[in-house]
């Protein structure tokens, strides 16, 4: 079938027409998109120069704005956390959580966030569009939507325009599986244009209908459209048909590839709002105010003279040597020229800066300008503690969003990667917990060889040879430990993102550690009764401690290590030690 027509009119409705969000207020998310690159970049809508031909000068206050944003809502890569859900496996978790943390280092995890925290302040919205666990940034320039939708999944329609090359157009179309001869055909038709640079594809994700004999059905699906030829008209110039472009690929489908994240939201539209749009009225009035004091300052600076007598007919600037005499019947006086509108200037700016700050939060304890003398620490701490929190808040929802992108898409794209034997390079604090959930083992594996031997140890000796495990392993600096296949297999865990004062309190942590010393304290066996222990572990992991930190771990014997289907396990394998230091040679997961 041919979609053309209706993508064609899709698009012509997302460009010329509002949408009434209440009335008083329409909106167009295509004109609202131009005018926040626009405003972001400093540039006007009706160009560079006014009616008289003179320089507009673009006063920018939506910058610094932005990177206050930015920064207070920023969270990386380290702060994502894998925690064990009831029934899992706490020592599987924290090797998958290593391993991920390398995994997305390896595909540049966060340069994405970077990136998704600098343009959302600017645009309201970002789109991500994860292709095979790696996720791409939508421009939204070429991304099109119902406009009164309330979410992508709730969109009548979803449209991103792609331009190609032939050379990309070819590589894409192998990677898509498309027909060679659609290709060839979309191919040949684009040559035959006359003004085409690029191949331009409709990508549409939406509902279909769909009619035969007579019978209409419906259908969500995606569908690739070229759109290249061009139309027909007679020998007379009169329109006859539109072309019909080329489908390239259509078929059902399920679930959207996009994921979507808002600085703010109005209800009744789909675009996010943004700190450039919440700043359109101050960023007018700041350039009408900055270009009024540029035209009061040209006139303050001519000099111009004024006298009675109607004989002079000079220009004092070119006409008038240095050192002559003029010969008036009435005297040249200056006229005066000087402005004295500067301090309603002033006060018009402090205005809109103040107006600026309110809207977006960006006042200047927040910039890390000094505050006025005199203001008392207390109000400070209060001024910024108050102004955090609302960003506070935005964090909290851009992180759930990342959360879901995680964990439908990211992990496991990384668990299919990581089903094959593999290798884990723990160094740094890695290395120094793993320490601590191997040496028990290690030191007992020791303690018993040197018993078989015939050798007596005291608890001093034993400290000095869990001394000496530690140390050696720490020379190496780094530790390889092999991860079998399938390891992660049937792995029971629930993604976090830990941003501090939010996810889970300092003070919550505190709080946890203070209660868990008690409790040993009042009851010593706590640490060895197997259920008591369970119960310690729950503590800390309740409280954001992973428990292996504070207790080690209850290593397994080596034949307990296989994985196995249907059951949790999992664990660190000492080698046999020898007459060497233990902790040199290469570990097996």
């Not at 390891?487 to 941003?499: A, C, G, L, R, S």
Request: include cysteine.
């Amino acid at each position: 079938m041919n979609y053309l027509s209706q993508i064609n009119q899709e698009l012509e409705d997302f460009q010329t027409k509002q949408i009434t969000v209440v009335p008083g207020f329409v909106s167009s998310q295509y004109d609202t998109i131009q005018k926040i690159y626009l405003y972001h970049n400093s540039k006007y809508i009706t160009g560079e120069t006014d009616d008289e031909g003179d320089r507009k000068y673009f006063y920018n206050i939506n910058r610094n704005p932005c990177k206050v944003f930015s920064k207070a809502v920023d969270f990386d890569t380290k702060n994502i956390r894998l925690l064990t859900v009831e029934g899992g496996d706490s020592l599987k978790t924290w090797f998958m959580e290593r391993d991920l943390k390398f995994w997305m280092r390896d595909k540049q995890f966060g340069k994405v966030l970077n990136r998704l925290f600098m343009e959302l302040p600017i645009y309201g919205s970002v789109v991500l569009k994860v292709i095979k666990g790696t996720p791409h940034f939508v421009d939204l320039r070429n991304f099109v939507v119902e406009q009164s939708a309330d979410s992508l999944s709730q969109s009548n329609y979803i449209i991103e325009t792609h331009n190609y090359t032939v050379g990309e157009f070819r590589k894409v179309a192998k990677e898509m599986g498309w027909a060679k001869s659609k290709v060839e055909e979309t191919i040949k038709k684009f040559r035959e244009m006359k003004k085409a640079t690029h191949i331009k594809l409709y990508e549409r994700y939406g509902e279909i209908e769909e009619t035969n004999e007579g019978e209409s059905s419906y259908s969500y699906r995606r569908i690739f459209h070229a759109d290249v030829g061009d139309d027909e008209y007679d020998e007379h110039g009169t329109f006859i048909s539109a072309h019909t472009g080329v489908e390239l690929d259509s078929k059902e489908w399920d679930e959207l590839p996009y994921y979507e994240f808002h600085a703010g939201k109005i209800p009744g539209r789909w675009l996010g709002v943004g700190v450039v749009e919440e700043l359109f009225e101050p960023q007018i009035a700041e350039n009408q105010n900055t270009n009024l004091q540029n035209k009061t300052a040209f006139w303050a600076a001519m000099r111009v003279f004024q006298t009675r007598d109607g004989a002079v007919n000079r220009n004092m600037m070119t006409d008038v040597r240095n050192g002559e005499i003029m010969n008036v019947d009435s005297e040249i006086t200056q006229i005066d020229m000087s402005d004295r509108n500067l301090a309603f200037f002033n006060q018009q700016d402090i205005k809109w800066l103040k107006n600026r700050d309110e809207l977006t939060f960006s006042y200047d304890v927040v910039q890390g300008e000094r505050l006025p003398a005199g203001t008392p620490l207390g109000s400070a701490k209060i001024a910024i503690s108050q102004t955090l929190s609302y960003f506070e808040q935005i964090q909290e929802n851009i992180a759930m969003d990342v959360k879901e992108m995680l964990y439908d898409s990211i992990i496991p794209s990384f668990e299919e990667e990581s089903t094959q034997e593999h290798t884990i390079r723990l160094v740094g604090q890695d290395l120094d917990q793993y320490i601590q959930m191997v040496k028990n083992d290690l030191v007992a594996k020791e303690v018993i060889r040197l018993l078989i031997s015939g050798k007596f140890l005291t608890n001093e000796d034993r400290d000095v040879i869990g001394i000496a495990i530690e140390e050696s392993i720490k020379k190496e600096k780094e530790k390889l430990l092999k991860i079998p296949k399938n390891f992660y297999k049937n792995i029971k865990y629930d993604v976090d993102i830990d941003i501090t004062g939010e996810s889970v309190d300092t003070r919550v942590r505190y709080a946890t550690r203070f209660a868990i010393l008690q409790a040993i304290s009042a009851d010593p066996t706590m640490t060895q009764d197997p259920i008591k222990k369970k119960i310690l572990f729950g503590m800390a992991e309740d409280g954001g401690i992973n428990p292996h930190e504070l207790f080690g771990v209850e290593t397994k014997k080596p034949e307990e290590m296989i994985p196995q289907t249907g059951r949790a396990g999992g664990g660190v394998s000492a080698p046999a030690l020898g007459a060497s230091v233990p902790g040199m040679e290469t570990m097996t997961v």
